[in-house]
């Protein structure tokens, strides 16, 4: 389903696809051509301005945008926490697949928890949907378990059903992040008590435990409370 190409991504692409799989990237980055075409929306994306956008996508209904140039637009605006513009690419027919859901999961911050929150209300949205070679939404946004929003994320997918035994392992993941904080505590002790297998393998083949044993907790600040100790 990714199509491999040679691609040139803008500014905003890259920013925004930071941190994701790679081939992921790629086929969000789409075809060069897409992505010239797209350079506009995308830029206007990620800048919120929801009137720049429905410009932009003058040219998705004369043809000469791509699909896959507008999802990245999408993309990069739920990464920005821009719901209203993802609204509006939504409403202009731009696909809300698992795909761009799994890249929503691994922004950051309150940007984050507003995307997730958004993409959950929309029809069709499965939070169990596993993307290939990459993993399932809980797994994407454990990947950020450090991050201030985390726990409410977690919360929210976990309330619609999303499975805490997915593959690559979730709580794999947290154990991934920066660890020994108060916050990879929690997420962590959240997920084994909605019943995350402490077994599970990380896309790295290790279990949680091994990850831990293999992490380097130099740079933890010695008294944080919950760390690992």
Request: hydrophobic letters at 45%; one cysteine or more; glycine letters at 12%.
């Amino acid at each position: 389903p990714f199509p491999h190409g040679a691609a040139s991504g803008t500014v905003a692409m890259e920013e925004g696809l930071d941190g994701i799989p790679g081939q992921l990237v790629e086929a969000f980055r789409g075809s060069a051509r897409d992505v010239k075409h797209a350079r506009a929306l995308i830029e206007a994306a990620e800048a919120g301005d929801i009137i720049g956008v429905r410009q932009s996508l003058h040219e998705l209904k004369r043809g000469m945008l791509g699909p896959k140039g507008a999802q990245a637009a999408l993309v990069t605006a739920l990464i920005k926490g821009h719901v209203g513009v993802a609204e509006a690419l939504v409403a202009s027919g731009c696909d809300l697949t698992p795909e761009v859901f799994f890249m929503a999961c691994k922004g950051r911050g309150e940007a984050r928890l507003l995307a997730v929150d958004w993409c959950l209300r929309q029809p069709g949205v499965d939070p169990r949907a596993v993307v290939p070679d990459a993993g399932s939404p809980l797994t994407a946004a454990c990947e950020g378990a450090d991050d201030s929003h985390f726990l409410m994320v977690a919360q929210r997918l976990l309330e619609m059903r999303a499975d805490v035994n997915s593959e690559p392992s979730p709580l794999a993941a947290v154990c991934r992040a920066p660890s020994g904080s108060a916050r990879s505590v929690a997420a962590a002790r959240m997920l084994l008590d909605c019943g995350a297998q402490p077994d599970g393998l990380g896309a790295d083949g290790l279990t949680p435990l091994q990850t831990l044993c293999a992490a380097d907790f130099s740079g933890v600040p010695q008294g944080d409370e919950g760390g690992v100790a």
